[in-house]
C-alpha cells in the first residue's frame, strides 16, 4: 500500500529515520537570489541520518547535492540562501546560528571534506602546519598533543607521518584527500559530509580511498553524507540511499531495497548507466537529455520530459512523496490509482 506523505512521518519511515537521528533535516529549501529570478536549487528536503550510519546522495550534476550539503554544514554563502525548513544537528537547529557558534561545531562535532583537496588545503604551507592551525583553532595549544594527534590521523588514513612536512603539490591527488579526510579527524567528528571526496581521483585511486573512507567510519563509528553521482561507489558502501533530481528527492531508502527495486524511473535509468563499480562509465543512454534548468522548472513532475513511462497527468501536477514499502518515491506510479489504471 502507497500513501501521502504530507510531512516527514517517524513511524512511517525507512530505516534510520528514527527519532534518536543525530541529524534531521526537515522541509530544506535553497534559493539562489540572482538578478535575473530565483533559483530553487533544494527544494523541500528532509531525511535523517542516525549515529553512524552512512548516507548516500546521487543525481547527476546540477541537481543541488552541493548545495544541500553547503546547507546542512551552514557553508552557504550570498546569492545563496537557506529559505525554508530546519537543520537539526544534535538537537540543535543550525540554521541561523551566528559564525561563531558554528564554528565550534565544525571540525569537532561535525566536519565537512569537500571535491578538490587542492582547493580546500593551502597550497603554501606544509600538511603539519595546517593540522596545527585547525587544532589551535579549537583551543588545543599543547605542542605535543598537537603533534601527536596529527602523526595519529595521517596513520589512520595510511599516510605516513613523515608525510606532516609535505606541502600539498608534494602529494598524489589520493594522498591530498586522505591527508583531507584525516584533517576532518582530528577531533572524531559525529558526522562527517563529504562532497564527491573521490571524483577527481582515478577508478583505483577512488576505490581504495572508498574502502579507507568505510573502514575508518566502523571503526571510529561516525556516520557519514557522501555525496556523488556514481550509482556504483554508493551501492557497496552506504546503508541509505538519496537520489536527488531538480533540487527535490526523488526516492529515499534503504540503499539495499533501492538497488534491487529501484522505484523511481530516474533512479532505474541511473542504475542503467552504471553497471558495475569498476567498469567503464556509460552516459545515461537510458535516459536522454538533461535535467532542467531550476530557474524555469517543469510544473508537473520535473522528470516528465525525460521519463520513459511519462503519463499526461505528470505533465500537470506537483507530484509529492509517496511511501511504498519504507521507501520514499516521488512518482505518480505509486501514487495515483487512476493514472495507473
Ligand atoms: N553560484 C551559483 N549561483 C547561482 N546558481 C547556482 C550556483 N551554484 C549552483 N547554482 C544552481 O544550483 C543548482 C544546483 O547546483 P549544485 O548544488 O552545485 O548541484 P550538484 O552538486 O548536484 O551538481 C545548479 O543547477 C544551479 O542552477
Ligand atoms: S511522475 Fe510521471 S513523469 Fe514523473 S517519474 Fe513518475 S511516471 Fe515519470
Ligand atoms: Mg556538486
Not at 45 to 57: N, T
Not at 301 to 309: E, H, N, Q, S
Not at 317 to 341: F, H, K, M, W
Request: aromatic content about 6%; glycine content about 8%.
Amino acid at each position: 500500500m502507497s500513501s501521502l506523505l504530507g510531512s516527514p512521518q517517524p513511524t512511517d519511515s525507512p530505516a534510520g529515520w528514527q527519532s534518536g537521528a543525530i541529524l534531521q533535516v526537515s522541509d530544506l529549501s535553497v534559493d539562489y537570489i540572482m538578478e535575473r529570478g530565483i533559483v530553487r536549487a533544494v527544494e523541500d528536503v528532509s531525511f535523517d541520518v542516525s549515529p553512524g550510519e552512512f548516507v548516500g546522495i546521487v543525481g547527476e550534476s546540477g541537481c543541488g547535492k552541493s548545495t544541500l550539503l553547503f546547507a546542512i554544514a551552514q557553508l552557504l554563502a550570498p546569492p545563496a540562501t537557506v529559505s525554508g525548513g530546519s537543520v537539526i544537528f544534535k538537537g540543535k537547529n543550525l540554521v541561523g546560528l551566528t559564525d561563531k557558534k558554528l564554528a565550534a561545531i565544525r571540525w569537532q562535532d561535525m566536519s565537512v571534506v569537500m571535491q578538490s583537496a587542492m582547493n580546500a588545503l593551502n597550497p603554501v604551507t606544509s600538511i603539519g602546519a595546517q593540522f596545527k592551525d585547525a587544532m589551535r583553532a579549537h583551543g588545543v595549544t599543547s605542542k605535543e598533543q598537537i603533534a601527536e594527534r596529527s602523526a595519529e590521523v595521517l596513520k589512520m588514513v595510511g599516510i605516513d607521518p613523515l608525510h606532516l612536512k609535505s606541502y600539498p603539490h608534494q602529494l598524489s591527488g589520493g594522498m591530498r584527500q586522505r591527508s583531507m579526510i584525516a584533517m576532518a579527524m582530528l577531533f572524531t567528528p559525529e558526522l562527517v559530509i563529504m562532497d564527491e571526496p573521490t571524483s577527481a581521483l582515478d577508478v583505483v585511486a577512488q576505490r581504495s580511498l572508498m574502502i579507507q573512507i568505510k573502514e575508518l567510519q566502523q571503526e571510529l563509528g561516525f556516520a557519514v553524507i557522501f555525496v556523488t553521482h556514481d550509482m556504483s561507489l554508493v551501492r557497496h558502501f552506504t546503508d541509505r540511499l538519496l537520489v536527488m533530481y531538480a533540487g527535490q528527492v526523488a526516492e529515499l531508502g534503504a540503499t539495499r531495497q533501492v538497488f534491487e527495486t529501484p522505484l523511481h524511473p530516474y533512479t532505474a535509468g541511473l542504475m542503467d548507466a552504471f553497471p558495475s563499480i569498476r567498469g567503464p562509465k556509460v552516459p545515461l543512454t537510458g535516459i536522454p537529455g538533461s535535467p532542467p534548468n531550476l530557474a524555469n522548472p517543469p510544473a508537473g513532475c520535473r522528470f516528465a520530459p525525460r521519463c520513459p513511462k511519462v503519463m499526461d497527468i505528470c505533465r500537470t501536477t506537483a507530484i509529492p512523496l509517496y511511501s511504498v514499502d519504507g521507501v520514499q518515491v516521488r512518482c505518480l506510479l505509486y501514487g495515483n490509482e487512476e493514472a495507473r489504471g
